[in-house]
């Protein structure tokens, strides 16, 4: 694990008094929930690591934790909404450093952040650029982040980024009801008439029809929304910052399903061997129709929203 740690971590329950959340432009007092703060002294942060389970893991850390958990594997579990629901966190630090390697994974959790010293070329995040939910579920909200800091130096990236919508279901296998009628059967021959030659010859039975049009498929779903920010700086002298806002995109169209099962030729005529014998189709190859076209794919899901952002530098605040 490449973090530093020059301090043990502290474990302390504290209960927090009424914060001030920001939620669409509007800012409400709301109680604070019971959360264990977590105390560091001085940590660094050079590689991409997670907020999980109130811990700051690296990936080899966090694949360890859930294999001890029994949770699936980091790529799988950040692909199913149930397996990392969102949380409330708070951490405390002394000195923060993240390098320009550095990224910190809030996952969608509502994350608090104190920091007496902030040292930063890198980025903290919700999700990756990549990050998609499951087939059929909705993207998950960047959360909440609050970054509360006294003194800070360098260039902090921020990027809250919804989770793209899962993509829309394949339409439904088709059922009996939509195969093809049956070809028309075919005619009988004669056998030798009076004349001495055949009379008539025995045909094939029609090609079976089309099968019906296979069932739409689902429409993709939406993207979450990008999730709030709210930045507090008392000593910003020698800082920069960067915010940016991707709300998550909609989930693709699901395919259309398969089309309906193509009808049965329809059955061959008959005669004598010298009249012709048995003609079993009409030059087609296949005992039955064609199959059905797919059905239409589905809706595009709906793209998420930006959320709202708040800057307090020197006691000034301003919200976009």
Not at 14 to 20: E, G, N, S
């Amino acid at each position: 694990m490449k973090a530093k740690w020059t301090l043990s971590i502290l474990f302390a329950m504290t209960q927090l008094c009424a914060c001030v959340e920001v939620r669409d432009n509007k800012k409400t007092e709301e109680p604070a929930p019971m959360v264990a703060v977590q105390k560091f002294g001085d940590l660094v942060i050079d590689e991409p690591m997670y907020v999980y389970a109130g811990q700051i893991l690296n990936a080899q850390d966090l694949a360890a934790a859930q294999k001890e958990s029994g949770k699936e594997p980091l790529k799988e579990s950040l692909a199913k909404n149930e397996s990392l629901t969102k949380q409330d966190f708070e951490f405390q630090f002394d000195r923060l450093t993240i390098t320009e390697r550095g990224v910190l994974y809030t996952l969608g959790n509502n994350i608090r952040l104190h920091v007496a010293d902030l040292s930063s070329a890198g980025l903290i995040t919700t999700f990756s650029e990549d990050q998609t939910a499951e087939p059929n579920k909705v993207g998950r909200a960047g959360g909440h982040i609050l970054i509360d800091v006294e003194r800070a130096e360098g260039v902090l990236n921020l990027v809250l980024r919804g989770e793209r919508g899962g993509k829309g279901l394949k339409g439904a296998n088709p059922d009996p009801s939509m195969k093809g009628s049956e070809g028309s059967p075919g005619t009988d021959g004669d056998a030798f008439g009076s004349n001495g030659i055949c009379n008539r010859r025995a045909t094939g039975g029609g090609i079976g029809g089309q099968g019906k049009k296979g069932h739409p498929g689902q429409d993709g779903k939406n993207g979450g929304d990008s999730g709030t920010l709210e930045l507090k700086i008392k000593n910003d002298q020698g800082f920069t910052y960067s915010i940016q806002r991707k709300p998550g995109r909609g989930g693709e169209r699901g395919e259309g399903g398969q089309g309906g099962e193509g009808g049965e030729n329809g059955r061959s005529g008959s005669a004598s061997f010298s009249c012709g014998g048995f003609v079993l189709s009409l030059g087609n190859e296949k005992n039955r129709g064609p199959e059905g076209e797919p059905g239409d794919k589905g809706q595009p899901g709906v793209d998420g929203i930006s959320q709202t952002v708040c800057i307090d530098k020197n006691s000034v605040l301003t919200c976009y």
